[in-house]
């Protein structure tokens, strides 16, 4: 049973534009939201997290986007570069562990 | 950022053998660590969950006797896949938390295992 569905499954994005990714789940008792990016054989790491308590987080180019009453949250890569190309997964924890979307596969194109 | 650390990075083994993987957090104790498996192009699966010093607590469908987890000290993990089989070829990355109050969970860099 997937408990956070994201998407799309992969995206292409031209060099200096902005990646969108989606994620929504059900289980109203997730507190925690972070995105994870994970590069061909290594592990994850963690890129932004959020609390359901504020709509929007931003770290530099990274920014999460947090709509509580559609239990939907998105991540925003502004001036996408070659060097974010990977797979980029959401989670989501409330008492129980992190459960992983199946991921969305970023290429970024010169 | 906190360094969790694996050991070995990758493996190869034979079919019937054991292999351990080891799952260290190398500056600060983890009082919570989580063992995934990742097939390739998917995503993470949770294998298990374990606290310093008790028992892990298996997800449904992971054989806690083929999957044995030891977390005998707060930076210091291992798995263990006993008699391994080429359908256990996968690969496995530790997660360490460092208290259960916190939110941030760190990753290994994984070890892929591929059982011949």
């Known amino acids: ?110 | 950022g906190a360094v969790v650390s694996q050991h070995p990075s990758w493996v190869i083994c034979k079919s019937g053998t054991s292999v351990k993987i080891e799952c260290r957090s190398l500056d600060f104790q983890a009082t919570t660590m989580f063992w995934y498996r990742q097939f390739p192009k998917q995503s993470l699966m949770l294998m298990a969950t374990s606290n310093e010093g008790s028992k892990a607590t298996y997800e449904q469908g992971v054989e806690k006797d083929k999957f044995l987890i030891n977390h005998a000290s707060l930076t210091l993990s291992t798995l263990t896949v006993t008699s391994a089989h080429p359908e256990d070829s996968s690969f496995y990355i530790c997660s360490a938390r460092y208290s259960r109050s916190t939110d941030t969970q760190y990753f290994g860099p994984g070890t892929r295992l591929t059982v011949l």
């Open chain 1, 1 to 110: 049973q997937q408990q956070v569905k994201q998407s799309p499954q992969s995206l292409i994005v031209q060099k200096g534009g902005i990646s969108i990714i989606n994620c929504a789940y059900e289980n109203t008792a997730f507190d925690y939201f972070p995105w994870y990016q994970q590069f061909p054989g290594k592990g994850p790491a963690l890129l932004i997290a959020i609390r359901p308590d504020v709509s929007e987080k931003k770290e530099g180019r990274f920014t999460i986007s947090f709509n509580k009453s559609a239990k939907q949250f998105s991540l925003h890569i502004m001036d996408s570069q070659p060097g974010d190309s990977a797979t980029y997964f959401c989670a989501a924890r409330g008492s129980t562990p992190l459960v992983f979307g199946k991921g969305t596969r970023l290429s970024v194109i010169a």
